[in-house]
């Protein structure tokens, strides 16, 4: 029999989930050949799948970046995003920063900034870095924003929004539009990518 004050059996198990990654990445340091990284990667990816029939939706051990990711990405980058598509206020705004410059890069380094701290600092999921790019970029980083970025401009072109024909001030409002779009499209590609804990 479990004492009252005992936690959950599905946090005892959480808990064991991020203890095993825990460890698996101090021996991917460990390890002296590349083969046996890789074996230690493999070892890391079965454990992380082994988490699927866990019903659990929060605080799981979310390590990688595949396609299943990247479709989660994309679906939540369009449900947040299709809002913005038909909303006038995207493109008043996206005029406003082209005359402005340091707005569109705070406007991008706020985005960026909101998809770190879903997706590495709030606690929704255990996010561990797994082959990052240059040994320092997480590739669930550069699919999320990348994917808000492309459904960003797809959405915004195709429904007529912007104009990437005109010369170089119509191309770069464009840009602006495409990057005010992109702020919610981003934070809902890092809560479509992680919320459901793959």
Do not use: K
Request: with cysteine; net charge negative; charged share 20%.
């Amino acid at each position: 029999m479990t004492p009252p004050n005992a936690p959950p059996a599905e946090h005892e198990d959480d808990g064991e989930f991020s203890t095993l990654f825990d460890e698996l990445e101090e021996l991917e340091d460990l390890v002296d050949s590349e083969d046996e990284r890789r074996q230690v990667r493999e070892a890391m990816r079965a454990a992380a799948e082994s988490q699927d029939s866990d019903p659990a939706v929060f605080g799981r051990v979310v390590w990688g970046f595949g396609r299943s990711d990247l479709a989660e990405a994309l679906l939540g980058s369009l449900l947040f995003g299709i809002p913005m598509a038909v909303e006038g206020g995207t493109v008043d705004a996206g005029r406003h920063i082209a005359q402005h410059p340091l707005y569109l890069v705070a406007t991008l380094g706020i985005a960026i900034g909101l998809v770190v701290a879903i997706l590495y600092v709030a606690d929704f999921q255990d996010v561990r870095v797994a082959n990052a790019i240059f040994g320092i970029v997480p590739r669930r980083l550069v699919g999320v924003t990348g994917t808000a970025m492309v459904v960003s401009v797809a959405l915004l072109t195709g429904w007529g929004l912007v104009d990437w024909s005109g010369g170089p001030a119509a191309i770069w409002e464009s840009a602006c539009v495409c990057a005010v779009a992109f702020v919610p499209m981003a934070i809902g590609a890092a809560l479509g990518d992680i919320l459901p804990g793959s």
